[in-house]
């Protein structure tokens, strides 16, 4: 079974700053028959479902602003998001989708203003 | 538009049943991988069931044998039923779309719906 582990469990940023949260797999996403990692990354505020940032590790669901950016190849994947913005608190979680089911969340990072 | 509304949560006692139900519009649910998600109070994302192509069924370990899904292609309504409830089961229920028509990640997710199980 796979087991997504991210890291900081929470985070406190200024506003202004570079804010970046890890995800690591217990194994490979990357199927090598279309070089794709299976990997997506969510924004989840209180009272709303998740939101799709991520997808493909690395592509900007339709919407999202330029300033998150996700990157990392096989089993070790980065949520970068440029310039904190107050609107960007919430709880950031990553999925592989490697496997049937998909489902693997990680356990969540909680970002705030430092 | 692609909506998902989720409906069927309440306040339940343990040992007992209660149905979801997750209405589709701007798709048809019968052309797409369908799951349930749930997040319990304080606690992150979990993955519950997953409806896929061929009529595969799918359940994490913790509500195999208690949880069923299933849909209705007439109504374009996907279903959890949950029998035996525990405690551990209280969250908030999702009902959310695999992107690509594939086994993919959650493209689209309903608003939630409420899972109270307490005496």
């Known amino acids: 079974d796979f087991v997504m582990t991210q890291s900081p469990d929470s985070l406190a940023v200024s506003l202004g700053e570079r804010a970046t949260i890890n995800c690591k797999s217990s194994q490979s996403v990357l199927y090598s028959s279309n070089d794709k990692n299976y990997l997506a990354w969510y924004q989840h505020k209180p009272g709303q479902p998740p939101k799709l940032l991520i997808y493909w590790a690395s592509t900007r669901a339709s919407g999202v602003p330029d300033r998150f950016s996700g990157s990392g190849s096989g089993t070790d994947f980065t949520l970068t998001i440029s310039s904190l913005q107050a609107e960007d608190v919430a709880v950031y979680y990553c999925?592989?989708?490697?496997?049937?089911?998909?489902?693997?969340f990680g356990q969540g990072t909680k970002l705030e203003i430092k | 538009e692609v909506q998902l509304v989720e409906s069927g949560g309440d306040l339940i006692q343990p040992g007992g049943s209660l149905r979801l139900s997750c209405a589709a519009s701007?798709?048809?649910?019968?052309?797409?991988?369908m799951s349930w998600v749930r997040q319990a109070p304080g606690k992150g994302l979990e993955w519950v069931s997953g409806?896929?192509?061929?009529?595969?069924?799918y359940y994490a370990d913790s509500v195999r044998g208690r949880f069923t899904i299933s849909r209705d292609n007439s109504k374009n309504t996907l279903y959890l039923q949950m029998n035996n409830l525990r405690a551990e089961d209280t969250a908030v229920y999702y009902c959310?779309?695999?992107?690509?028509?594939?086994?993919?990640?959650?493209?689209?997710w309903g608003q939630g719906t409420l899972v109270t199980v307490s005496s």
């Open positions: 409806f896929y192509s061929g009529g595969n069924t």
């Open positions: 959310a779309r695999h992107a690509e028509q594939m086994n993919y990640y959650f493209d689209y």
């Open positions: 999925l592989q989708y490697y496997s049937t089911p998909p489902g693997a």
């Open positions: 701007g798709f048809t649910v019968s052309s797409n991988y």
